[in-house]
Structure formats: C-alpha cells, structure tokens
C-alpha cells in the first residue's frame, strides 16, 4: 500500500459540492489503483468508488453512482472524488486506499484493508 492523505472535507448544504483529495508520498503512485471509501457515524466503512492505474476505468457503488466522478492526476500523485448533488447520507469520514495496478476494481469490495489514512470529514446538512 502506498502512504496517501485525504483532504478538502468540510460542512455543505444538501444539493452543492465538494471535491477530495488523495495525495500520496513516493514516485509510485502509477503502480497502483486507487480507491475511495466512506465511513458513517455507527456504521461500517463502504466502498464508494475505484480507477484504475491510468484512470482508463473506473467503478462506482450504486449510491454514489451519477453523482460522484472520481479521477486521478500520476504527474500529481493525486486521486481526486468530485462529489456533486451530495445528499445528508453522503455524511462520512472519507478515505482512500490503494491495491496493486494488476488487481481489478472490485479488488476494493472484497479487500479487508489493515491499514488507513485520518480520512476527511464530509458533513451534508439539509
């Protein structure tokens, strides 16, 4: 796994926007795929959306699938989730995770991670 930092949270009203950051250390950021996860108050952490190691494919949960785009820049070491139309069950700690670049997407729903980044917090009032 590759060492990442979340960021760009914050407090938002139902209907606006947000956009996440994941930025990870090293120069072999293009060596994995990338995904985003969520975690609610009493509740267990979710898959929210996954791409690929050039950001060719992409895989999204049902509940965030429309709304949300997830993206990455290699040059950046940076994986990004534009989160548009959130919702008040948008609210979570958002984290991202990483998986080696020859795994399938759906390697982040079946995947038991041990270890995580402070994740950031997404709060949607309504």
């Known amino acids: 796994q590759v060492q990442v930092v979340e960021s760009g949270g914050g407090l938002v009203q139902a209907g606006g926007s947000l956009r996440l950051s994941c930025v990870a250390s090293?120069?072999?950021?293009?060596?994995?795929?990338m995904g985003w996860f969520r975690q609610a108050p009493g509740k267990e952490r979710e898959f929210v959306a996954a791409?690929?190691?050039?950001?060719?494919?992409?895989l999204y949960s049902d509940s965030v699938k429309g709304r949300f785009t997830v993206s990455r820049d290699n040059g950046k070491s940076a994986m990004y989730l534009q989160m548009n139309n959130l919702e008040p069950e948008d609210t979570a700690v958002y984290y991202c995770n990483s998986g080696p670049y020859y795994k399938d997407l759906d390697y982040f729903q079946s995947t038991k991670f041990d270890s995580w980044g402070q994740g950031t917090q997404v709060t949607v009032s309504s």
């Open positions: 791409i690929d190691w050039n950001g060719a494919r992409t």
């Open positions: 090293g120069d072999t950021f293009h060596s994995y795929i």
